[in-house]
């Protein structure tokens, strides 16, 4: 069992920067690949950027490629995103994800523990 969660979410206005970090509890951080994934009002739960368990493999949906960067550091078991440039189409909740097959796949099913989410709400 692995416990996530989330911080670094709020309210920031288009054109600024947030990072977000995501703490994993429980099993050896190291032996998952780590995701980020948001879902807006009313939308279905995307992926935005995923990273293997070196950070050797990172990949981005297109819309924040050269605006979000993600990141792990195993060694405080905390992955993080942070997000550059924000635009008001990037407010959504924003979900860390750890998938145990190490494997980035980009999809929801595939993930095997999940945080609660931090919201991140950008205006304009």
């Known amino acids: 069992q692995v416990h996530l969660v989330e911080s670094g979410g709020g309210l920031v206005q288009a054109g600024g920067s947030l990072r977000l970090s995501c703490l994993a509890s429980?099993?050896?951080?190291?032996?998952?690949?780590m995701g980020w994934f948001r879902q807006a009002p009313g939308k279905e739960r995307e992926f935005v950027a995923g990273?293997?368990?070196?950070?050797?493999?990172?990949y981005y949906v297109e819309s924040v490629k050269g605006r979000f960067t993600i990141s792990r550091d195993n060694t405080k078991n905390t992955v993080y995103l942070q997000l550059n440039s924000l635009k008001s189409e990037d407010t959504a909740v924003y979900y860390c994800?750890?998938?145990?097959?190490?494997?980035?796949?980009?999809?929801?099913?595939?993930?095997?523990?999940w945080g609660k989410g931090t919201l991140v709400t950008v205006s304009s």
């Open positions: 994800a750890a998938d145990r097959a190490n494997v980035i796949s980009g999809r929801v099913d595939a993930m095997d523990y």
């Open positions: 990273i293997n368990w070196s950070g050797a493999r990172i």
């Open positions: 429980g099993r050896t951080f190291s032996d998952y690949a």
